[in-house]
């Protein structure tokens, strides 16, 4: 079975990219994927800013990530670039530590201005960390979508950029074997 681990990258919650890895581990879920949610801002505090590499939440998440065969970055962009809270926990993912696995980067932003920022923030550190599939990522506009009491969005043409997205994440992971 695949194994998924979709990062919350949001330091606020409740927050739109929290509603968003929600939405997209429903989907997942349904497909019959297994998937990890590590939702950054309940990890210690203290454990990112010392970068403690000892601490067991810290080991725990990053096993979670070893293990997975494709990761999805849920974030926020705040001026131009992800939070100070994901880049430290992405600081603790070891070097390399994504060779091998599908990367989708999914972002929200205030303005369209930040739409650059899935090309010149996220894939330059998405590769140093070694992934060679990084997939196109998703970028909305924060206006476009809601999350009151459940993620809603503003058309469907937003919510079918992000459902592409994910079918070809699905797409290039390895085919699974049939039971005999």
Same mark, same amino acid.
């Given at each position: 079975m695949?194994?998924?681990?979709?990062?919350s990258?949001?330091?606020?919650? !409740?927050?739109?990219s929290?509603?968003i890895?929600?939405?997209?581990e @429903?989907?997942?879920?349904?497909?019959g994927?297994?998937v990890n949610?590590?939702?950054?801002?309940?990890?210690?505090?203290?454990?990112?800013l010392?970068?403690?590499?000892?601490? !067991?939440?810290?080991?725990?998440?990053?096993?979670?990530?070893?293990?997975?065969? =494709?990761? &999805?970055?849920?974030?926020?962009?705040y001026?131009?670039?992800y !939070? #100070? /809270?994901l880049?430290s926990?992405l600081?603790?993912? !070891?070097? @390399?530590?994504?060779?091998?696995?599908?990367?989708?980067?999914?972002a929200?932003?205030?303005?369209?201005?930040?739409?650059?920022? /899935?090309e010149y923030a996220f @894939?330059?550190?998405?590769?140093?960390?070694?992934s060679?599939e &990084?997939?196109n990522?998703v970028?909305m506009?924060?206006?476009e979508?809601s999350?009151k009491?459940?993620?809603?969005?503003?058309? &469907? #043409?937003i919510?079918?950029? /992000?459902?592409? =997205? /994910?079918?070809?994440l699905?797409?290039?992971?390895? @085919?699974?074997?049939?039971?005999?």
């Amino acid at each position: 079975m695949s194994n998924i681990v979709i990062i919350s990258g949001s330091p606020s919650h !409740p927050s739109r990219s929290s509603a968003i890895s929600t939405y997209l581990e @429903k989907i997942l879920v349904t497909v019959g994927k297994q998937v990890n949610t590590i939702t950054v801002r309940d990890l210690p505090a203290e454990d990112l800013l010392l970068a403690n590499f000892n601490s !067991p939440e810290i080991k725990e998440a990053q096993s979670l990530i070893e293990q997975a065969q =494709a990761v &999805i970055i849920v974030s926020p962009v705040y001026k131009a670039s992800y !939070p #100070g /809270l994901l880049k430290s926990f992405l600081d603790l993912i !070891p070097e @390399k530590g994504l060779v091998n696995k599908v990367v989708l980067p999914v972002a929200t932003g205030g303005t369209i201005a930040h739409l650059l920022s /899935l090309e010149y923030a996220f @894939k330059p550190l998405f590769s140093v960390l070694g992934s060679q599939e &990084i997939i196109n990522g998703v970028f909305m506009v924060d206006s476009e979508i809601s999350y009151k009491d459940q993620l809603t969005f503003a058309d &469907i #043409g937003i919510e079918q950029r /992000l459902k592409t =997205a /994910l079918d070809d994440l699905l797409n290039r992971l390895p @085919k699974e074997e049939m039971v005999k």
